[in-house]
């Protein structure tokens, strides 16, 4: 969660919108240097409500995506929220299985 909450912190590069909200900062700070996952899940829903409250996002919709990758063959493929996935990290694994309905000629 923390990685989307990032995209509106108030001196984020990357907040397109110039939103700001001083609250919501703080708790990304606080969420960022708490070592327990239960309060750093609780400041970041926090801030969730903060942002989703503000009318600043409303999520309309979720795209579903499907991608069939083989696994066993294909290595770096990484699944991600974003669906992004850099072909500079992807690569063929050596497969030395055979195909048993294969007829070699």
Known sequence: ???????????????????????????????????????????????????????????ISHPVTCAVIDLNSVGGWISNAMDIHPFKSIYFKKVEETFKNVVMR
């Open 1 to 59: 969660p923390l990685a989307f909450l990032e995209l509106f912190r108030g001196n984020s590069s990357m907040n397109d919108s110039h939103w700001i909200d001083q609250d919501f900062d703080k708790l990304l700070d606080q969420a960022a240097w708490t070592n327990e996952s239960k309060e750093r899940n609780a400041l970041l829903a926090k801030a969730e409500d903060i942002l989703l409250s503000s009318g600043e996002v409303i999520p």
